[in-house]
């Protein structure tokens, strides 16, 4: 079994020729220089994320087969879910040098093939959050899963903390970034707090409610969190 769970030897190296040729044709007086920046500086990295994630991903099947009983890997070539978020992850992986992200991608593959993903439109709306999102927008919904948890964490939980303040505290990044980043999240669906409320001070954190996730975004964290098996 382990056989066919290791990665390919050769990645996409007919994807890289292709797309080399088709940018020399297009542009033929400067076609030496394309191919040479093609083959010297893009197809080194792309090949070597691309062997890199896809044997996460095997070690990540792997993982499951070994720990869960009943589990058979030939039923993922049947499973359209899966291999839909294959296709997906990979693109996204390839394109970002977030390992934040790279590890949600995993635990999103995990959870599908164990069928503990939400139906297949949810599943395919997730992964394309992931793809669009920077990793700080991944932290804040963490954050806001159980804000007053994170404040336990940091021995600071009776201090009547701002929204904002606690993001900046974390994220350290500039207020304007953090409105941008919960904004994109609010009009996602995913957090119940806009910017416009971050800066509001509660009257007692220990009564504040302690999540600013909706049901949908609920969904997403537990989506893309590494299953318990």
Known sequence: MVNKLNPPKKSNDDFIHSLIEATVGSAPAVGSFLSKFFVSVIAPPYEKRTKEWMGAVACKIQEIESSVERFNIENLQNNEQFLDAIYTTT??????????????????????????SPDMVSSAIFLNFIERFNEAHIIVCNIFESPNDCRKNRSIYEVKETPMELLIEVLHLPNYLIDQIVKELYDSGLITINKDKLGERPSDPMLEENSFLTEFGKQFISFIKKPAF
């Not at 996204?92 to 635990?107: F, H, M, Q, R, V």
């Open 91 to 116: 693109r996204t992986a390839i394109a970002t040098s977030s390992n934040i992200k790279k590890d949600k991608l995993l635990y999103a593959l995990q959870n599908i093939a164990l069928n503990n």
